[in-house]
C-alpha cells in the first residue's frame, strides 16, 4: 500500500466561533514540505481558503508514541489559526485556494 499524507476532513476547533479543515494538496521532496489547502470556517461558515506550507523534516525524530497524523494536525492547527497563507505556493493547480470568502 502506497503511503498517503494524512488530510484533516473533518472540523477542528479554535476558539468558540471557529474551526479549520485541511486537505492534502502536494509534497516537496526537495525541501521536505508538505502543501495543504486549509479551509477556515466562522460561526458554521466559509470564512476563508487558503494554501498552508508545513515543514516535515522533524519526522524522522517522531518518539514511537508519537502519531505522525497527530502532529501534522497540530502543525496544520496552529498555521490554520491565523487564518492566512504562510506561503508563496499556490498549491499543485488542481483546486487553487480561494482566498478570503465573502459572506453573501
Known amino acids: 500500500m502506497a503511503f498517503q499524507w494524512p488530510e484533516h476532513r473533518d472540523p477542528v476547533p479554535i476558539d468558540a466561533r471557529r474551526t479549520w479543515t485541511a486537505t492534502f494538496d502536494s509534497y516537496d521532496q526537495r525541501t521536505d514540505d ?60 488542481r483546486r487553487p485556494p480561494r482566498g478570503r470568502i465573502e459572506k453573501g
Open 34 to 93: 508538505v502543501y495543504h489547502v486549509a479551509l477556515l470556517h466562522e460561526d458554521g461558515a466559509e470564512a476563508a481558503e487558503f494554501m498552508l506550507e508545513v515543514d516535515v523534516g522533524w519526522t524522522d525524530s517522531l518518539r514511537p508514541d508519537q502519531s505522525l497524523a497527530d502532529e501534522l494536525a497540530r502543525a496544520v492547527g496552529a498555521l490554520a489559526a491565523r487564518g492566512e497563507t504562510n506561503t508563496t505556493c499556490r498549491g499543485s493547480g
